[in-house]
């Protein structure tokens, strides 16, 4: 099985392999680009394979370097960079996509920001946040604007002249979004998430397994591979029309989302310093996992990882001191409904 994918022409990638669970995990990230015309690919993933990297006498690296890069055989791993190519050897799916892809991005003058982005009244707004704060919430209450597009729920690209394109990834739905998004009434994935609830103990016990395996075996995968999550992944167009998903705009304002322990929600200008501060910490989080590959990429000469950081700051200020610059404070207390009631009636009129 192969897919290949254009990244708004900046970045390009294929994936070539027998498991149909490798192929859907990069489909999570990458559907809305699917592109089987692609021709030369930046970013290759492949099956990995232990007679790959054997040594000349036939036996099996525990660590090594690989031409242009570094290999986990135990791991089922292997990585390579190579003149703004990246080569990817796996077992399982997403052990660093948005890492390497964010490294690419930001050869060609791009990065992402963490957060949700939307165009309302031909203004493109992002709302940088960490996870969990309310950026899927803030999509279900604007959706079905008239003047609403959308560019991502999760991830946004920003780059040249304060414009924004889209990265619409698959949403994730826990169970407080279901009521908010009426397509998934009754489906598979809200079966899904009430048979989990109701079995938590069981499928928490499935992923306890897997995080053992993992660790203790050093995993080339999940023993149980069915999902297993608190929450179901579902493609951003069976939530938002096709149409009102957006490409490229040009921003006109950035806002922070935040959650914090007042009683009011309310708006107020946020300093560049403070903001990308914060942006870069929590793409630092998002990319922990990945980190890793590029750190051990430069211990090996083949990455430098101080250019990586210097580049995305340089990007995301030049970005974002073009725009006006809000954070938007978010009580704990408010429930999901009172939030999106506030965006869809008052805060729609603020912005």
Known sequence: MEKRYNIHDLVSVGVVSNSPYIIAGYDHYLRFFEDPKVSEIDYGVVDFSKDFFKNSAGHIIDFSRIDSGICFPKEGYAISFDKNKIKEYTTYANRATNLFVQALLLVKGFSFVHGAGIEMKGRGIIFPALG?????????????????????????????????????????????????????????????????????????????????????????????????????????????????????????????????????????????????????????????EGMKYLSLLASVGEFNLIEFRLSQETILRKVFSHIKLYQLKIPNSLSPKEYCDYISKDFIYEI
């Open 132 to 288: 969990g704060v309310g950026k899927t919430l803030l999509i279900s209450a604007l959706r079905n604007h008239k003047d609403f597009k959308f560019f991502g729920d999760d991830y946004v690209i920003v780059g040249g002249e304060h414009l924004m394109y889209s990265y619409p990834s698959d949403f994730s739905i826990y169970p407080y979004h279901v009521p908010l998004f009426n397509e998934l009434k009754n489906s598979s994935s809200e079966i899904y998430l009430k048979k989990r609830n109701r079995y938590k103990l069981f499928y928490e016990c499935k992923r306890a397994i897997n995080f053992i395996f993992k660790r203790i075996f050093n995993s080339t995968g999940p023993v149980l591979k069915k999902w297993n999550a608190s929450y179901v992944k579902i493609p951003a167009e069976k939530l938002i029309q096709k149409e009102k998903i957006g490409k490229r705009t040009v921003l006109d304002a950035s806002i922070f989302l935040e959650r914090y322990d007042g009683e009011n929600i309310f708006l107020e200008p946020m300093d560049i310093d403070s903001l990308i501060g914060r942006i870069m910490g929590i793409l630092d989080s998002e990319f922990n």
